[in-house]
T-cell receptor, first 114, second 115 residues
Framework: GQQLNQSPQSMFIQEGEDVSMNCTSS?????WLWYKQDPGEGPVLLIA?????ELTSNGRLTAQFGITRKDSFLNISASIPSDVGIYFC??????????????FGKGTLLTVNP | NAGVTQTPKFQVLKTGQSMTLQCAQD?????MYWYRQDPGMGLRLIYY???????DKGEVPNGYNVSRLNKREFSLRLESAAPSQTSVYFC??????????????FGPGTRLTVT
């Protein structure tokens, strides 16, 4: 099936540093979503993007919907230890059906050293 | 609101045993989904239910069956468990529409081991 290429696979950073990760696809998506998964928990929605070029913030998190609609970026500023977890991107095509299935990237594992 | 709830949280099965994973949501969402998560594979869709009374196969449906019991509940059944079904299973729900655009909300997961 359709795959999203998410990078990097993992990151080890110091507390206070900024973080960037991205997702790319060979196909166009109409919605991009970013989720965070803490150890032993389910993914939690962080940011949803609906328009090409859109830039949206949620606290220290900022995400962008790429102009080509084939990519998206997530930035975390001034990282703190509780930012540790796996970050997933997901794309949605809204192809006319009512199910709105998501295609997920394989995740970026973030480790923050205090 | 509890959001999406799943039972059980943990389960160990022997090969060939059957079990049903339960999922319920209290957000009045129309669509529900079952995913499995394996190391390095991300989240893969097993089955989904676009609305009450309908179910469809996802990316990896073999070895599973589902039932959309009502608008709130969506169960996943393993008829004859195999070691390859050892995984973490997540249920999700969404309400596709013009404003919500169908963002999916996930439960806490069921960790299944098949020996």
């Amino acid at each position: 099936g359709q795959q999203l290429n998410q990078s990097p696979q993992s990151m080890f950073i110091q507390e206070g540093e900024d973080v960037s990760m991205n997702c790319t696809s060979s196909s166009i998506f109409n919605t991009w979503l970013w989720y965070k998964q803490d150890p032993g928990e389910g993914p939690v929605l962080l940011i949803a993007l609906y328009k090409a070029g859109e830039l949206t913030s949620n606290g220290r998190l900022t995400a962008q919907f790429g102009i080509t609609r084939k990519d998206s970026f997530l930035n975390i500023s001034a990282s703190i230890p509780s930012d540790v977890g796996i970050y997933f991107c997901a794309g949605q095509r809204n192809s006319g059906g009512s199910n709105y299935k998501l295609t997920f990237g394989k995740g970026t594992l973030l480790t923050v050293n205090p | 609101n509890a959001g999406v709830t799943q039972t059980p949280k943990f389960q160990v099965l022997k090969t060939g045993q059957s079990m049903t994973l339960q999922c319920a949501q209290d957000m009045n969402h129309n669509s529900m989904y079952w995913y499995r998560q394996d190391p390095g594979m991300g989240l893969r869709l097993i089955y989904y239910s676009a609305s009450e009374g309908t179910t469809d196969k996802g990316e990896v449906p073999n070895g599973y069956n589902v039932s959309r019991l009502n608008k709130r509940e969506f169960s996943l059944r393993l008829e004859s468990a195999a070691p390859s079904q050892t995984s973490v299973y997540f249920c999700a729900s969404s309400n596709p529409g013009l404003t919500t655009r169908g963002e999916q909300y996930f439960g806490p997961g069921t960790r299944l081991t098949v020996t």
